[in-house]
């Protein structure tokens, strides 16, 4: 079996090289890969916490600037360091809570009791977070084997093995329980489109008008499921040029049985006041609740506004980014070849860089993303529910720790 490195190079190489199609499977190889990290990083006896933070930031930083397009693998990488520190806080509670009970139960030490009291769940918590700061002169010194310190006549051989046995049961708990949160995270993106399908029969109605843009695995996993509910409705398709993915989805939900209409993009407006509801996927779901999603979807999004359309957003929670579209670690957009929209062979001679002094006549742009922003959002349907723009922040409390939102480390001054 390769090494970690060996795994962790090749998986930067390939989001390098754009091999890896669709946020769910980057999400998905990218926790796969962690928890290769987090399972083969050997942890001392102190702050184990802080070396499995700094092993999985290691890795992280490079695959987020592998492709920083790919907002999920930051995602995920955030997702796991809060998993440690969870984890982390929920161990060393239990282990205080522990020696509070075992205090408590001690019949001979009445009067000791009574001028210690057992800890509060305040102090519990606080003693918890401070396992992830920096030790102590005392704390390292502890953490030094038998040979290497002071020998102290008072303390057995016994003693001694019991505290490291004791230690090391410790370090091996802490990374079992985050392997496990792991495993239920990968878990939880393999299914999200499961999850969230069953909540299309409580959206999609009899006889409505469905308008949706491009082609989302999400968006026809949600369409399908409720035709398979009997129910029974239209859906209008924008062709999503210049890559024309509407066309695809048009012939898979076609061979769903469900009754599909493509329209081009430019008729969307046209088009869009014989809607009951507009369902799109998205890229990204920001922190203050704007959308990141394919190039025409903004468009779609104002005809909504302008007619009471309610304008739906379907996305797996590993889409949910805790950055803000201003922050310098979010690239908003990517630009696609020219190639999608102009035959090279045909307009060699606009893009001549020998006139015009070395600059050619014809520039051609052609972004992969448009933002939306929350304001023309109606309802996010998640795999953990729907929610409004407005709650996105609640998500992000849970999901997420606010010392981890910028994974890059800040080079030393």
Known sequence: MPDVQTLVNDFVLKLKRRK???????????????????????????????????????????????????????????????????????????????????????????????????????????????????????????????????????????????????????????????????NELIQDIETCHEQISEQAVGLIHQNEVILTLGRSRTVKEFLCAANEKKRSFRVFIAEGAPRYLGHVLAKELVAKGLQTTVITDSAVF????????????????????????????????????????????????????????????????DFKSPSDLLDFGEFSDCMDFSTSGGSPRLHVVNPAFDFIPSKLVSLFITDTGGHSPSYIYRLIADYYSADDFVVQRRPAS
């Open 270 to 333: 046209a088009m869009i006041s014989r809607v009951n509801m507009v369902i799109v996927g998205a890229h990204a779901i920001m922190a203050n609740g704007g959308v990141i999603a394919p190039v025409g979807i903004n468009m779609v999004a104002l005809a909504a506004q302008r007619h009471a359309v309610p304008f739906v957003v379907v996305a797996g929670s590993h889409k949910l980014c805790p950055l803000y579209p201003h922050n310098p670690e979010v690239l908003l957009n």
């Open 20 to 182: 890896i199609e669709g946020s769910q499977a980057s999400a998905k190889q990218t926790a796969e890969l962690l928890r290769s990290v987090v399972s083969h990083q050997r942890l001392p006896y102190i702050n184990q916490a802080t070396v499995l933070l700094d092993a999985v930031r290691a890795v992280g930083e490079q695959l987020i600037a592998a492709n920083p397009v790919e907002l999920a693998v930051g995602n995920i990488v955030r997702r796991i360091l809060h998993i440690i520190r969870e984890e982390d806080l929920t161990s060393t509670a239990s282990a205080m809570e522990g020696l509070s009970l075992s205090a408590n139960s001690d019949d001979d030490d009445n009067f000791e009791r009574e001028d210690h009291p057992a800890l509060s769940a305040a102090a519990v918590a606080a003693a918890a977070r401070s396992t992830l700061r920096a030790p102590s002169l005392q704390t390292l010194l502890e953490g030094i084997p038998e040979s290497a310190s002071a020998p102290h006549p008072s303390s057995s051989g016994g003693d001694s093995e019991g505290k490291t046995a004791e230690r090391s049961s410790r370090s091996k708990k802490l990374k079992h329980d985050v392997i496990e949160a792991i």
